[in-house]
Structure formats: C-alpha cells, structure tokens
C-alpha cells in the first residue's frame, strides 16, 4: 500500500481522474466513452512524442528539435505524396522513419563525436530544420487537394474499435516498453543517466548510447511527422511551431528527471495525457484557448517542484564525492 | 545535464606569451570574421556602406544584446535561462496593458516594462535557488508561463497608440546623428558589464562558480545569491529590451520576440562563453552581437527571409562551437 501511494504514476493517474470527474460533474457529456477515445487519440501524437523524449532525457541530454524535425519530414512527405500520389502509404511511413532517425542521428553524431552539449546542438537543429522546412517548400502550403486519399485516409480507419492513429501510439508505446524493460540498450539509457562514469566501467558506450537515444526521439518524430500532416491535412513551415516544449512538459509532468536516469513510460505517457486531458478540458469548460500556454507552464513549474521532492528522499549519499561527481 | 569533466586542471610551466596568446585568442578570431563579413556585405550589396544603413544595422543586435550581456554571466555560472523572449512578451504586453487601462505617461510605462523584467527574473532565480531546481526546465516552464500570461491578457489583439516620446526609446537618435539611443545604451550597458565581470570581486566570484560550485561556496562565495542576482539582472535587461521593442515596433502582440532567447544564446556561445560554465569574455560577446547583426541586416539586403536567415545563426552556432573542438582533435591526432 505503502509503495502504491509513492508510486508517481499513481499519482498522476489519480490527477488525470480528477480533472475527468470535475468536468464531469459539470458536463456529463464529457466522459462518455466516445470522447475520452476521442481526447486519447488526440493525444496519439504527443504521447509517442513524450516516448522519445524520455530516451534522450533519461541519457542527460535533451532533445529540443523534434517538433521541426516533425515539421521538416512531414513537409517532405507530404510534397513527395504531391508529387507521386502511386507511392504506397507503408513505404512513405517507413521513408519517413529513416528520414527522421536521420535527422536524429545528425543531432546525435554532433553530441558523440564532438561532445557539443545536447542543448546546444538541438537549438541549432530547432532553427537549422525549421529553416529547411521553407527551403524545400518555398515557404508554400501543401494542402488536401493535393495529398492523395490513402495519406489522408490511413489513419482513420478503425480497428478494433479504435482508429489507427490510437493503435500507433499503443504499438510505439509497447516497443518503447519492452527496448526500456527488456534490452540492453533501454538499460544502457538508465545506466548513463544514473552516473556515466560507472556506465563506462561497465562498458558501455556513452557517446554511442546517447547517440542511439537521439536516433530513436528522431525516428518517432518523424513518423509523428506523417501522421500530423495526414491528421491535420496541411503541410506549412508552421506546423508544431513551439511544440518542442510541449513534449519536454509531457515528460518532466510524467515524471521523467531533466537530470538523467529516472522516468518510465507509463509516466510519460501520462504526462502527454494529462496535457491532453487538460486541454480538451479547457473549451468544454468555457476557458479561452489562450489559457493553455501558461497552463502548460504552471504544470511543468508544479511538476518540477514535485519531482524534485521525490528525488532528493531517494537513496542515501554514502559519499559525499559521489553526489558532486553524479 | 551538464556532464563534468573530471580531468583535472594543468598548470602551464610557463605563461603563454602574451602578445601571442592576444593574437591568437577566440576574441581576435571574431574580430577577423566580423571583418570578414563587414567586407563581404559591401560587397554584396551597393546599399551596404551608407551611415543610415550602418545605422539601421545596429538596430539587428541591440535588443538582443542587451540580454546577451547578462546571460553570458549567468551562463558562466553554469545556469541558462531559456525565458528572456517570454519575459519581453509578458512586459511588453504589461506596459500596453497599463497604457491602455490607466493611461500611464511614457516614464511610468518605461517603469513597468523594466519591473516586470525583473520581477520575471526573480521569480526564475527564487525557483532556481531557494527550490534548487535546475534551471533548464524550469526556464522552460516559465518560457511556457510567461508568454501564456501575455496571451491570457492579449488573446489574439494587439495593443498599440503608444505616445510619441515612448516611441524615441526605441527610434531616437542622439541629436542630429546618425546614432541610435537603442545603440548607446548598449555601448554603456557593455562597459558597465565589463567592468562588473572582469573588475570586481562580484566578476571573480562568477567565474568561480561557474568553475566550482561546491568549491567556490566553501570559500565563501554565496553561490545561491549570486546566481539570483544573476538571474534578476537578466530579466531587467529583458525588460529593457521590452521597453526598446515595443518603442521601435509601436505595437504588442502576445507573439512579439518569438525566438529571442535562440538568437541571444547564440551570440553568448559565439563569443566564446562556454556553455557548461566557468570562461567567457564581454568583448567577446559584444564582438559576437555585432556578427550576428551584420548577417542577418547583410543577408536582408539581399533578400533573404528571416526563416533562411535562422539556418545561417542555427548553423554558425553549432560550426563556431564545433571548429575549436575539431581543431583540438585534429591537433592530437598528429601528436
């Protein structure tokens, strides 16, 4: 019981019901089984988003150009359908996947290789994407009319009861899970943020493994590309303008610790839940869109104070050295 | 996030001849490229070499500058603070706000824009260090907070109708001349920045942190005022430059300096503050402010839009932080 009520994950779950409820009381429509599936598939995006922030959070670094790196494939997606609307859906996707990690490994290769500081590299990669976003389009739209109906189509179609959007997110969820639990690279992303000099002792590849983290928050950006583009059916350099920050609140409100090492992925995706929950919230409640930002601001700022309460009672310094060290 | 080296620090035999070292420093590296790209732009454009040209120019720097000045210091100290941009919405938004409620004369709104500033910095260095959080996510909250708070007020309107003499902050000139009050705070606010890094105590005591935290606290220094110090005197040269953007725009919107905050690390990197603390010069940083205004003012003589523009300061950031590393590595592998 004890243990139960530590839990975070329980926590926030318990927060994410409130919220529900307080609507609820209020609207009961709002908690009809069709509008929650309705808010989780909306929140499809941000949750595999949150999953690949995690893996480079957890590695001491930080990601801060996957929404342009969303931007940037999903604009190179959508003019590639524009122009060839006879190339299969699943291997669009599957380019988009590569064109991503891509991009991720560009980040990852500048963190490995020359040990520039994440933060750094990301808010170059941020502009650099975005930037190209409107080199390759010319700053144009690619709109409905010229995307074909299966871009469109795919992620709509319902199986199981739920679209296809909600069963990404479940499959990226799933193995995301099990590359965290059950591989030797998911423990190498803990090991590192935990304390990299013991990482190297026990040799793993720090450089490589941080690498490998931004490849992965790159691949899930841009699959996330696709399906941002087919979701909202319009390409533009403005797509997910500012989002980068959305995705680290996910993360920081599941959870997950700027300082490496702790977090895990049912608290991510109940971070990017929470956020969604909120913000579908807000219009039934009557509360202007504008609100959102400094909603989103205030949580991460009750989610940091939180998370750092958390951390400090957990495990004991035997030596002072070893804190200054870590 | 940082991870820290834990090679120790050399002491050189022998100092470095001076004259040498002077030559061969980051500053004089910047010089050269500032050189550089002063050369290339008149080149590139007949419009360049004109004094108002000239002086438009340094309208591209100085706002952000002004920030600059004071975020090397907190970046020497190991800290970032990713909220400035959000800070000059929320006080623009505020002297607008108090503009049109209470008609406030221009001295007044100066003053709100400048105490919203800082009371914006004092609520990032109360988290920062009386809560011990780190300061990158929880600039990241406020980043989010702040510029929300502008769009709970603003919405999707804008204010503007500010009087004529607010309007000279932002597009005066000293007399008759062609140089800009924008500029001549800066040139002041640089040497007073100068002189407070490089020739007081409280300037030691920066770099200390910056290269010991735990060191520099056992030897007396007040790590955790300093750095809200710090973090106060960003968000008053946020207010500041809120104060100039909003005179030399006329108007505020919710959306106003979106992306500052890149631009502003971008020169501090640039010039030669190290991004995990502990080194960096003013000279370097007012050398840098004024490369990333040649850019961009060079590259709007030819046309290009501000979106190709940011490859250009995305792009210089990562390079100018790569070469040194490159160059090092380089240079070990033939010894």
Redesign the interface.
Known sequence: MNRILKNREVWLALAILAVVIGVTLRFPRFSQPGNLLTIFNDTSILMMLALGQMAVILTRSIDLSMASNLALTGMIVAMTNAAFPFIPIPLLIAGCVVAGAALGAFNGILVWKLDIPPIVVTLGTLTIFRGLVFVISGGAWVNAAQMSTDFIQLQRGVFLGLPILSWFAIVVAALVYVLMTRTTLGRAFYAIGVNPTASVYTGINVGRTKFMAFVLSGAISGLCGYLWISRYVIASVEVAGGYELTIVAACVIGGVSIAGGIGTVGGALLGAIFLGVVNNALPVIGVSPFWQMAISGAAILLAVVLNARGERSKGRIILKKAEVVA | ????S?AGRQLPDRLDNPLKSAVLSWESLLVLVALAIFVGNSFASPYFLNPWSLSDLTFNFTEKGLIALAMALVIITGE?DLSVASIIALASTLMGFALHTFGVPTPVLVLVGVLTGLGCGAFNGF?VTV????S???T??????????A??I???RSYGGYPRDFAWFGQGYIGDSVISFELVLFAVAAVLFYVLLHHTNFGRRVFAIGNNA?AAQFSGVRVDRIKFVLFCLTGLMSGLAAVLLTARLGSTR?SIAQ?FE?DV??MV?LGGVS??GGAGSIIGVVIAALIIGLVTFGLGLLNV?G?????F???L??VV??LP??YKMWKERRA
């Open positions: 996030m940082t991870d820290m834990s970032i988290l809560l011990k959080l780190p990158i996510v929880v990241i909250g406020t980043m989010s907070l702040f510029r929300g708070l769009y709970i603003l919405g999707d735990t919710p992306g890149l690390i971008t990197v991004i995990l839009p979106i190709v523009m940011s490859i300061t995305g792009s950031l990562i932080i790569a590393i490159l």
